[in-house]
């Protein structure tokens, strides 16, 4: 979906996609038309679009979860993409550590951060953002270190559209609703669960996850004072 934020021809699109490895053509579509839109050239698109392929990657091997949450920024001076997921994060210190070829190890991170302007990594328990801009016009800055910022990050609105996913996967997998036709995320759990072998282990992992996003969510409301819904 596209959002605009501003007079000056500035949007954001947000997609949530299945964490499979067929998804990211699908995504790497959706940012070409974007950004053949705000006017990046054909070698500017290609670059991000492979920073995105590789977080996109990254998240479906290292992740352990289903879901990722792509937004698509267009900004007056470039063009920011979000890669989210919720799962179980990792050590933000992996990502100042030199990359040696010979390992293989890294070679995503070393890739996003070769091809973007900059690069912002947050990561916890409750899962990770990378945030990568491409300015419009801008050389390439060569040897800036990754950002790391720590705390929590995720908005109280991103956690409810969350929460409504996880619980239509479990309503879905249990049958007591019907999928839509031609909807892809209700295709992509049906598909999961299928294939999975432990099937009540997938059905408690959605409930698990379900509390645990509607504790953080109340915590957070908290936080910032929010009485209503």
Same mark, same amino acid.
């Given at each position: 979906?596209?959002?605009?934020?501003?007079?000056?021809?500035? =949007?954001?699109?947000?997609? %949530?996609?299945?964490?499979?490895?067929?998804?990211?053509?699908?995504?790497?579509?959706?940012?070409?038309?974007?950004?053949?839109?705000?006017?990046?050239?054909?070698?500017?698109?290609?670059?991000?679009?492979?920073?995105? !392929?590789?977080?996109?990657?990254?998240?479906?091997?290292?992740?352990?979860?289903? =879901?990722?949450?792509?937004?698509?920024?267009?900004?007056?001076?470039?063009?920011?993409?979000?890669?989210?997921?919720?799962?179980?994060?990792?050590?933000?210190? *992996?990502?100042?550590?030199?990359?040696?070829?010979?390992?293989?190890?890294?070679?995503?991170?070393?890739?996003?951060?070769?091809?973007?302007? !900059?690069?912002?990594?947050?990561?916890?328990?409750? /899962?990770?953002?990378?945030?990568?801009?491409?300015?419009? /016009?801008?050389?390439?800055?060569?040897?800036?270190? =990754?950002?790391?910022?720590?705390?929590?990050?995720?908005?109280?609105?991103?956690?409810?559209?969350?929460?409504?996913?996880?619980?239509?996967? *479990?309503?879905?997998?249990?049958?007591?609703?019907?999928?839509?036709?031609?909807?892809?995320?209700?295709?992509?759990? %049906?598909?999961?669960?299928?294939?999975?072998?432990?099937?009540?282990?997938?059905?408690?992992?959605?409930? %698990?996850?379900?509390?645990? *996003?509607?504790?953080?969510?109340?915590? *957070?409301?908290?936080? %910032?004072?929010?009485?209503?819904?």
């Amino acid at each position: 979906m596209r959002r605009p934020t501003g007079a000056d021809g500035t =949007w954001f699109e947000e997609y %949530l996609l299945p964490a499979r490895p067929r998804y990211v053509s699908l995504a790497r579509a959706l940012l070409r038309v974007t950004a053949a839109y705000a006017g990046f050239t054909d070698t500017q698109t290609f670059d991000v679009s492979v920073a995105m !392929s590789e977080a996109y990657t990254n998240v479906i091997v290292h992740a352990n979860t289903s =879901w990722i949450t792509l937004r698509y920024a267009v900004q007056p001076r470039g063009l920011t993409v979000e890669v989210e997921d919720d799962g179980e994060g990792f050590d933000t210190t *992996l990502l100042d550590r030199p990359y040696r070829p010979q390992t293989g190890v890294g070679r995503g991170m070393h890739l996003i951060h070769a091809l973007m302007d !900059s690069v912002e990594c947050q990561s916890s328990p409750m /899962g990770t953002l990378v945030r990568m801009t491409r300015l419009r /016009g801008g050389r390439m800055r060569e040897g800036i270190p =990754w950002r790391v910022v720590p705390g929590p990050f995720r908005s109280i609105g991103h956690i409810r559209r969350t929460i409504d996913r996880y619980e239509r996967d *479990l309503a879905l997998m249990l049958g007591d609703v019907e999928p839509i036709e031609g909807d892809l995320d209700d295709q992509a759990i %049906l598909e999961r669960f299928a294939e999975a072998d432990d099937k009540e282990g997938l059905v408690g992992d959605r409930k %698990l996850r379900i509390k645990t *996003l509607q504790a953080t969510l109340e915590i *957070l409301k908290e936080d %910032l004072g929010e009485t209503g819904h």
